[in-house]
């Protein structure tokens, strides 16, 4: 089974940039579809960005399309979302999520392992 860490949040100034990563254990990684969602305290946990098993498919929410990218390195068993512009209405703690499926997910309820957060803050 594989267990996802993410990395690479913290406090950037509005405007500014972050990669995230998410790094999973197990040998089955490229057969994993993965998101990205994010939960604001007081929030539901939203979805962010979603890519398939072989990265040629992804998706985003409305709130951070053309300023996230979701990516993948199957050889690394690593998962990036790559933040751009960032603005105080991103602050939150973002996970990565996993399942195994050829298939696009988007839903948080369809995936069934998950990281344990790390948050990122954008100041004004």
């Known amino acids: 089974q594989v267990m996802l860490a993410e990395s690479g949040g913290g406090l950037v100034q509005a405007g500014g940039s972050l990669r995230l990563s998410c790094a999973a254990s197990?040998?089955?990684?490229?057969?994993?579809?993965m998101g990205w969602f994010r939960q604001a305290p007081g929030k539901d946990r939203d979805f962010v960005a979603a890519i398939t098993w072989s990265g040629a498919t992804t998706y985003y929410a409305d709130a951070v399309k053309g300023r996230f990218t979701i990516s993948r390195d199957n050889a690394k068993a690593t998962v990036y979302l790559q933040m751009n512009s960032l603005k105080p209405e991103d602050t939150a703690v973002y996970y990565c999520a996993a399942r195994q499926t050829r298939t696009l997910v988007t839903r948080a309820s369809q995936f069934d392992l998950w990281g344990q957060g790390t948050q990122v803050t954008v100041s004004s």
């Open positions: 197990g040998r089955t990684f490229s057969t994993y579809a």
